[in-house]
């Protein structure tokens, strides 16, 4: 097994790595959401790209995903540095009692509740004028996933309270939650991209909106953006589940892997509407 000192350690390069794509996907997507496009009334909303409700799910995003990399770079300079005058950082990661690893954690959950809320979102706009009868499947699921978060958490506090006793994540009363929050949200992710993407396909196949070519390159990066998330989660619940410690790093970034998966489709968006601008002119 890795120590628990290098795969902190690994995880916050790859982290920092992650963060810093994350952070121009951002930068591009809040470009594309504030542009007016042709045509648009000078002062007015209209020609704007994107909903405010994705707006605003993007800009708390970013705060999560911000927050997260920086408790974890908190967590580092506590280990190294501060923590028994940094001679045992091992003991500082393995402890779970300690805030900052409870902050993390918390921020985790709540970044994962919102990114399948976005996601949700977007299956709803896309099917509003259809039937609502596919919205029960991901609102089951998202309801199943907020139980095991709180569990998750409830757990985690739990450890806090009683002191000296740091939680074990391979724990069996743990593991419970955790393996409710990989199934609750790989399936919610999974099932709304497919229904987004059949509906693409349909519109697609009609010849309508923007285009074949166009449609099929969103439908692709709606897809690509699904796997990726859906296995880097895949990737922690193995490591979890053969009890490795390498799991750490799958976890550290799973913020900024839900981060860049909601943005690389925002992005694409952006870059079809400005493709289409542009033919127009």
Request: net charge positive; charged share 10%; proline share 2%.
């Amino acid at each position: 097994m890795a120590s628990i000192v290098v795969v902190n350690i690994l995880a916050l390069l790859l982290e920092t790595l992650l963060f810093g794509v994350f952070v121009l996907l951002f930068v591009a997507s809040t470009y594309f959401f504030l542009r007016k496009r042709p045509g648009a009334v000078p002062g007015g909303r209209g020609g704007r790209l994107y909903s405010l409700p994705t707006l605003w799910l993007s800009a708390l995003m970013f705060v999560l995903v911000t927050t997260h990399w920086s408790v974890n770079v908190g967590m580092s300079f506590q280990a190294f540095v501060f923590f028994h005058g940094g001679s045992a950082p091992g003991d500082y990661f393995n402890d779970t009692t300690q805030i900052l690893s409870i902050l993390k954690y918390t921020i985790l959950m709540v970044l994962l509740v919102v990114g399948d809320i976005s996601i949700i979102y977007r299956l709803w706009v896309t099917w509003v004028n259809r039937t609502k009868y596919v919205m029960i499947p991901p609102i089951t699921l998202f309801t199943g996933f907020v139980v095991s978060a709180v569990g998750f958490i409830h757990a985690y506090l739990g450890s806090h309270w009683q002191a000296g006793q740091p939680l074990d994540l391979f724990a069996k009363a743990v593991g419970g939650w955790i393996i409710g929050l990989c199934i609750c949200t790989a399936s919610t992710s999974l099932y709304c991209n497919a229904m987004i993407s059949w509906v693409v396909w349909k519109v697609e196949r009609a010849g309508k909106s923007l285009g074949t070519r166009r449609l099929a390159t969103f439908r692709a990066i709606t897809i690509e953006s699904a796997i990726l998330y859906t296995c880097w989660g895949s990737f922690y619940f193995m490591a979890w589940k053969i009890d490795s410690s390498i799991s750490s790093i799958a976890s550290d970034t799973l913020a900024q892997v839900t981060g860049i998966t909601f943005m690389l489709i925002n992005v694409r968006m952006g870059l079809i509407s400005w493709q289409t601008d542009r033919d127009d002119v």
